[in-house]
């Protein structure tokens, strides 16, 4: 019987497959949750507004055309009772109602683009935003033309619940942000990504991720003397 997938490679405690995420997802364990951000069917890796404004080509392609069919969006709801889907507002008619969505606030309103992302969650909770600039991905070094900043994504598996145990799943990993935020949360992941070009991008920056510990660690915040117990009449 033939492979499921093309390549898999595994980057300490992240393994990513190359191939197909309805072949693959079959053949896995069961995972803690599911943050994925899949095509939301509107063109986005061939958008007018990328050449207008001479941005530059990610490699294009035509993965954005059309959204996932409905039973892979239904198949990945069943990988876990934790799944959050961005873009769950272009999945709405496939997915149960839910209290609890996510937003991405770009701080920015009235741009030729969307002013916030959603994200639908399978479990209950208040509706949480977090407001992260558009040109946050750009810092982080941009390579896929739906990029999520890391922020975002780290942010997004702070909303899971703590009992949501288990490596995390992205089946639209692109160019490996989700990875990337299980590497600086200490998350095992698992990701699945059709195109090799994003795929040998994703594996590229999780390598980095973890050559690079440092830049996940915040600084400590500078202690004041009343923390130190060194004010005038403190308990030293
Ligand atoms: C919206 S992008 C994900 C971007 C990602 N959040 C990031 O920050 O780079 C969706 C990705 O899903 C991939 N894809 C589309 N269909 C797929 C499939 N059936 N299995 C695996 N990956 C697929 C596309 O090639 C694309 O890179």
Not at 3 to 25: F, N, S
Not at 149 to 156: L, T
Request: hydrophobic share 35%; aromatic share 8%; glycine share 10%.
């Amino acid at each position: 019987m033939s492979q499921a997938w093309k390549r898999v490679e595994v980057i300490g405690d992240c393994t990513l497959y190359l191939g197909d995420c309805m072949a693959i997802i079959p053949t896995l364990c069961k995972v803690g949750a599911v943050v994925t951000d899949p095509p939301y069917g509107i063109n986005a890796a061939r958008s007018r507004n990328s050449q207008k404004h001479g941005w530059r080509d990610y490699g294009g392609g035509e993965w954005d055309k059309e959204r996932p069919p409905p039973d892979v969006i239904k198949r990945i709801v069943l990988c876990s009772a934790n799944v959050i889907i961005w873009g769950g507002n272009y999945f709405a008619d496939l997915l149960d109602p839910s209290q609890k969505w996510l937003v991405w606030d770009k701080g920015q309103t009235d741009f030729s683009l969307a002013d916030c992302e959603l994200a639908w969650c399978s479990f209950d909770g208040a509706v949480r935003r977090i407001t992260v600039s558009r040109s946050r991905a750009l810092q982080d070094g941009k390579q896929h033309p739906t990029q999520k900043p890391v922020d975002v994504m780290a942010w997004c598996l702070a909303q899971l619940p703590k009992h949501a145990k288990g490596p995390i799943l992205d089946p639209f990993m692109g160019s490996g942000t989700t990875g990337i935020a299980c590497v600086r949360a200490g998350r095992r992941f698992i990701g699945i990504e059709i195109d090799e070009g994003y795929f040998d991008i994703a594996c590229d920056r999780i390598r980095r991720a973890y050559s690079q510990p440092d830049m996940f660690v915040s600084a400590p915040a500078p202690q004041v003397p009343q923390q130190l117990g060194l004010l005038e009449g403190g308990e030293g």
